[in-house]
DNA sequence: TATTCCTGCCAC
DNA sequence: AAACGTGGCAGGAATA
């Protein structure tokens, strides 16, 4: 159970506490061991580290007398125990939370203003008209921005160095102003374009306003999250109680630490609110300051984030609002259809397995080993039972079974729940930042980025519109031609073809046209070019090609005096990274910093080729995604429903009138091959339309002709 | 019983 | 000696 925090500041320690450190030092000479052997013993066990840190927060507290043990445990005379610190750990936590919130109070200096009259907001109101530059936080009763609302303003004058916090709804007796007169003040500010406004994940923030208050936030300006990917993408933790502490050496315990899972409103002392909502504007903005120092010292940086990274930050959150529309009947009858065929398999392994939990693969493997009669590595489905399901019907069975939980229980079982009731939409969470190299990830129960195309059947176009699905074509590969100035490559897609088929002709002897899509020869050419990039070694991509070590190695090298220049390439970047710890992305836009590649490690050596294309990529992908959020506005504008639906790393989903003309379906396209030019390659976008179901492709001539316009 | 670690598998 | 990159998540196993 989650300690509960005592929010009231004027509790002494009271008496009982006192009475039973008297009863804990008294308890010594009953023993047979001192409190200090006890300690000593209790240190001595194999901890864990959260263990040691409660150990040595528990013995502080004691030693403190901020609490006695338990008095059960000091009257049976037993000797303190890990498992009495355990049950202590509890209160002292609720203790010492209790201290710093009474200490951030006691202490809150008098720039910190906690605003609960019309004059103490008017004074703020007057300050504000004066600044260029806002620093803005909102405390919410939780982090679903659809369902969570805005219980109070955090709003910071940069140039003033006031910072308030001015709570609307929390739940107490105190005085707070009206929320909607406060929304109603405050609003012309945030919406003022000419403000520039400063925020920590500051996406979070103006989704609320948006969805709570109907405020439409402008000019987000500075970022201190990714700001701190600019000039760190390994840090541990992007919490900006984290990043104070380390960065600014103020010592700041996270809302967590502090308040456990409780939402804001539920903090009914509001001086206590106060003073810990207040430093975070104040922290914001010296880490702005901090972090926009160390940003001008690499221009070039600098301007990728207020370039591409700062207006991302608004395009992401347009992109989640929008949000996937589900066939729940359909759905729901695929569940049904997975879960019956699951249990019948199930069933029969189970049988043909002898009641083993098959789901286990300690259980399952000796059970396998048998029915082969070979020593198996793993049961590991793709590189150990795919090769054996033609010999042994029982491990198809298995597989078919793996298979279909793993879609079942990640997926179709899953995805329905996960609609969000206020918009009746299945709503994608991305992380701009979310790979080191700068790609996005997604994640919160919803993984918009790996959905199997079985389960995108589930999501559907709404009606009177249509999902446009807008891939890059060959991305990483032209990013890489256009990188390292490779003629091959080049020519090859200077000439419209295929680069892996072409590659294919050199190692294969054969012509272009007896070459085909899905030939053999063009997936060993695709591999061995990746295969520079990857940095894969021969052993590993004979295994991928089922070909041998030494075949593998002969066919590298073959492509290698192809692309002389991709070669070279990759060699150097491992000199690079030896040499000063990171590599480059895009035009020296950001950093991926491989420290370890200093200490002669190995795997930053393969990083150093990867991150530059995955990553140069993400960045035409943002780029691309900015323009292409602006564009759809403005058509919005005009009267035309188009709105940027989702991403899927080199493919952009947009959703659109059932009657998209080929016009608007070209500046679809122009979007994406004009937004970020290549030197000496052009962009390529392919163009589906998905009618009914998201992964039932048609082109643009069947889906005119099934429109029938 | 709840948390953390590991394995395996989905995507690009 | 050899080493393919970036993610998220389900569920068993291990831990406490």
């Known amino acids: 159970m989650a300690p509960k925090i005592k929010l009231s500041l004027n509790n002494k320690t009271d008496s009982a506490c006192k009475s039973a450190l008297k009863t804990a030092a008294g308890r010594k000479k009953g023993s047979l061991e001192t409190l200090e052997e006890a300690w000593a013993r209790i240190e001595a066990m194999s901890n864990t580290p959260a263990e040691v840190r409660m150990i040595s927060e528990v013995r502080a507290a004691l030693e403190a007398g901020k609490i006695g043990r338990e008095p059960a445990s000091v009257a049976k005379g037993s000797r303190l125990s890990k498992a009495e610190l ?132 402008e000019n987000l300006w500075f970022d201190t999250m990714p700001a701190m990917v600019m000039l760190n993408e390994n840090e541990a933790s992007f919490a900006l109680k984290t990043l104070a ?47 926009h120092k160390h940003l001008k010292r690499f221009p070039s940086i600098e301007r990728y984030f207020f370039e591409v990274e700062m207006p991302f930050v608004s395009t992401i959150l347009d992109t989640e609002s929008t ?79 793996k298979g279909d939980v793993k879609l079942y229980s990640t997926y179709i079982s899953v995805l329905p729940k996960l609609v969000e009731e206020k918009t009746g939409r299945l709503h994608p969470s991305y992380r701009a930042n979310g790979a080191t190299t700068g790609r996005l990830s997604s994640s919160g129960g919803f993984n918009a980025q ?45 000439q419209g073809k295929d680069p892996y088929i072409a590659l294919a002709t050199i190692a294969y002897h054969k012509n272009y046209d007896e070459i085909g899509k899905d030939s053999v020869e063009r997936k060993r050419a695709k591999t061995g070019f990746l295969a520079y990039i990857y940095g894969t070694g021969d052993r590993t991509m004979g295994e991928q090609l089922g070909i041998s070590k030494d075949e593998a190695h002969e066919l590298k090298e073959k492509l290698g005096q192809q692309m002389p220049r991709l070669k070279k390439w990759a060699q150097e970047q491992r000199q690079f990274v030896k040499r000063n710890g990171f590599v480059w992305i895009g035009k020296e836009c950001r950093k991926r910093r ?74 679809l396209v122009n979007v994406m091959t004009q937004s970020y030019l290549l030197d000496g390659v052009e962009n390529e976008s392919d163009v589906e339309i998905y009618m009914e179901r998201w992964g039932d492709a048609v082109r643009w001539q069947e889906f005119t002709e099934k429109r029938g316009y």
């Not at 103020?250 to 106060?274: H, M, Q, R, W």
């Not at 990529?617 to 995604?625: E, L, R």
């Not at 005009?638 to 790393?649: E, I, M, S, Y």
């Open 594 to 667: 491989l420290p370890d590649a200093l200490k002669g490690e190995y795997r930053p050596l393969l990083q150093s080729t990867n991150a530059p294309i995955q990553g140069e990529a993400a960045i035409q992908t943002k780029i691309t995604m900015n323009k292409m959020c602006e564009m759809l506005a403005e058509w919005r504008q005009n009267g035309r429903d188009f709105k940027q639906l989702a991403t899927v790393h080199d493919e952009i989903l947009v959703e659109a009138p059932l009657d998209i003309t080929e016009h608007e379906r070209d500046m």
């Open 450 to 494: 790996n959905l199997p195309s079985e389960a995108r059947k589930i999501i559907v176009a709404p009606k009177n519109k249509v999902i446009v699905g807008l891939d890059f074509g060959n991305q990483e590969g032209r990013i890489a031609a256009a990188k390292v100035q490779e003629p091959f490559l080049l020519d090859a897609f200077r």
């Open 86 to 217: 355990k049950r202590i750990y509890p209160e002292v936590k609720s203790i010492l939370q209790q201290e710093i919130l009474e200490n951030m109070v006691a202490n809150m200096p008098s720039n910190y203003w906690l605003i609960q009259t019309e004059a103490q907001f008017s004074k703020l109101l007057r300050l504000l008209e004066k600044e260029e530059i806002m620093i803005f936080d909102v405390e919410t009763t939780g982090t679903n921005v659809f369902q969570d609302y805005l219980v109070g303003h955090v709003i910071g004058c940069y140039s003033a160095d006031i910072h308030a916090y001015i709570p609307v709804r929390h739940d107490t007796e105190e005085a707070q102003l009206n929320a909607e007169y406060v929304a109603e003040k405050l609003k012309p500010f945030y919406e003022d374009k000419r403000i520039k406004k400063v925020a920590h994940n500051g996406g979070f923030d103006k989704a609320i306003l948006a969805n709570d208050l109907g405020i439409q936030l």
């Open 245 to 291: 502490t380390d960065y600014l050496k103020i010592p700041s315990l996270t809302y967590k630490e502090l308040f456990g899972n409780k939402g804001f409103n539920e903090v009914s002392d509001l001086k206590v609110a106060g003073a810990y909502a207040i430093k975070d504007s104040d922290l914001t903005m010296r880490l702005m300051d901090f972090q």
């Open 323 to 401: 949000g996937f529309k589900i066939d729940e009947v359909y759905a729901a009858e695929y569940a049904e259809r997975l879960k019956n065929e699951i249990d019948t398999l199930e069933n029969e392994l189970v049988e043909a397995f002898e009641g083993i939990n098959i789901n286990s693969p300690a259980q399952l493997k000796p059970k396998l080993e048998k029915l082969t009669g070979t020593k198996l590595e793993s049961v590991d489905a793709k590189k150990v039972l795919k090769p054996l399901a033609g010999q042994f019907p029982l491990i198809q069975k298995y597989l078919k079974f």
